[in-house]
């Protein structure tokens, strides 16, 4: 393939509302004017990038029902009405996912000048109901037809059987993997807790220099993972600075074009970061509770590896990361996928992360990119890596960047093949488990006083001393036994399990 061919990102904005009154914000659509015009000037063509715009492609905003809110956009910024306009699905690797997309697209001939926005006016809508406002939001769009999804999975984010456990949002499901993963690594619970706070006070030395954060507030390792009552413990073993934070006023954009159309726009090759390969990968094993090992997850390796290959680059070549950061068991996750120690002295992140510069829905990557592109620019020669992660450690995006053309071409190979884990079967839990259980992967809940609420549990019954069936279970909803659960390590705990016809759900008492 032709060099002329190469993607490059040539333009990214981004946008942070600081606006307390609901009726004084901008509505989404304003916002996502706002980004995608800001990152047309950051090109150094201005508006007139939106002439030859032929893919313009938008992660919806929460609470932001128009017809069609990329159309709406996109007519809205004077996009060429012959342009492919796509919203997507939901998934907090969307941005990156569409990167590679575009990528794939440009290198093929396909697409020439790409536009990618999306966001997020949680805040602004929270704070109205509080008040009682209703928002007056822009609507419209023209309908979107059925191949105007981009990205669209029919598969929920949890099954019937995890409905019934109520282990429905990620506060619940993260903290399985952390459990899980500490004890593999052998982590004593205080050795663990204070990893937890070492690692993530960088994100939030990155946050406080980053005028785009949410909460732009260094604190100290202790600060984090020390449950008082202002950082009241939530699902075990993460206190409330250690959780993502959606309800969030931001946004971000960015502008794929190729080689050849950046010199044909006359946009100056400084603002160029080239997208040198990218992969994306999801678990055979979609559901949290189905995961054959709650330590692993080889989906996030694919994807990350995949994009490494491509590149022609190991991860010892990556000058800078952005690791999907929701909870830090996804960045745990990532340097154990990747064989980082924990605390490389590289950066994990270049925003702050998601519990610090903000998780703005499914759109965190559209501020993580647009923040790489600003730093690749500034750096000289150096190596990016951008990842995403969906639902919950489900689906992963990977791209890798850098301000320097690719040695070797851009021609894409096919992918790695999928790694030894991604071909273990699923582990389907019994719906009705009845007997003695070990203890694989868990989290206790609290309520917002602080005090444990609920037990999730993920094992195996005991069959005459050998694996058998895996169950998802809850615990009694007893204080002093959830307690106990939070005294020592509970992973490899053994108890009994029965089912409650009455309830659908599963009951874990431990021995």
């Known amino acids: 393939m032709s060099s002329d061919r190469a993607p490059v990102l040539v333009g990214v904005a981004q946008y942070v ?35 030859h715009v032929d893919a313009f492609i938008q992660i919806p905003l929460a609470f ?18 012959r342009a492919r306009v796509q919203n997507t699905g939901g998934g907090g690797e969307m941005g990156v996912l569409a990167a590679n997309h575009l990528a794939d697209e440009i290198m093929a001939g396909r697409t020439e000048v790409a536009v990618m926005t999306g966001g997020q006016a949680w805040k602004t809508a929270e704070r109205a109901k509080a008040a009682g406002v209703e928002l007056d939001w822009p609507t419209g769009g023209n309908p979107a037809g059925a191949d105007d999804r981009f990205a669209l ?13 109520q282990l429905t949002r990620p506060i619940h499901a993260y ?8 004890a593999a690594q052998g982590m004593t619970l205080v050795e663990h807790a204070q990893r937890l706070g070492e690692m993530m006070t960088e994100f939030t030395a990155v946050a406080a220099a980053n005028p785009y954060a949410w909460f732009p507030t260094e604190r100290s390792a202790e600060e984090l993972a020390t449950p008082t009552a202002e950082n009241r413990m939530i699902g075990f073993p993460y206190t409330k600075y250690l959780n993502s934070v959606l309800n969030t006023d931001q946004a971000g954009a960015y502008v794929m074009t190729s080689v050849a159309k950046a010199r044909e726009l006359g946009i100056p090759s400084d603002r160029w970061v080239y997208w040198w390969g990218g992969h994306n990968a999801a678990e055979e094993a ?10 692993e997850c080889p989906s996030m390796k694919d994807s990350s590896t995949g994009a490494l290959d491509q590149a022609g680059v190991g991860v010892d070549d990556i000058a800078l990361f952005d690791f999907y950061s929701c909870f830090p068991v996804a960045v745990r996750m990532a340097c154990a996928m990747l064989g980082i120690d924990e605390l490389d002295p590289r950066p994990f992140t270049v925003t702050g992360g998601l519990p610090y510069a903000g998780g ?36 992963h995006a990977a791209a890798v960047l850098s301000a320097q053309p690719k040695q070797g071409g851009w021609d894409r190979p096919d992918g790695p093949p999928p790694s ?13 488990a009845t007997g003695r259980g070990r203890i694989e992967a868990y989290t206790v809940m609290h309520d917002r006083d602080g005090q444990p609420s609920m037990g999730y549990i993920c094992g195996h019954l005991d069959n005459n001393g050998s694996e058998g069936h895996r169950f998802l279970a809850n615990t009694p909803e007893d204080p002093d036994l959830l307690r106990d659960l939070l005294a020592a390590e509970t992973v490899g705990r053994t108890g009994d399990v029965r089912y409650d016809a009455s309830t659908g759900r599963c009951i874990f008492t431990p021995a």
């Open 153 to 165: 999975t029919t598969k929920p984010m949890v099954s019937g059987l995890e409905e019934r456990h």
């Open 17 to 51: 509302g600081r606006e307390t009154d609901p009726t004084a914000a901008p509505d989404p659509l304003t916002m996502m004017i706002d980004v995608a015009t800001r990152a047309a000037y950051d090109t150094g063509v201005g508006q007139i990038l939106f002439d």
């Open 286 to 295: 979609w559901f949290a509770s189905t995961r054959p090992n709650f330590a």
């Open 420 to 432: 030894a884990a991604m071909e273990t079967a699923p582990a389907i839990p019994d719906e009705s």
């Open 360 to 395: 703005p829905g499914s759109a965190y990557n559209m501020n993580s990119i647009a923040a790489m592109v600003e730093r690749l620019r500034d750096a000289d020669g150096s190596i990016g890596l951008v990842t995403g992660n969906g639902f919950f450690l489900t689906k």
């Open 64 to 81: 932001w029902t128009p017809v069609n809110g990329a159309a709406l956009t996109a007519e809205q910024l004077g996009i060429n009405p």
């Open 175 to 182: 903290p399985l993997f952390e459990n899980a993963l500490r």
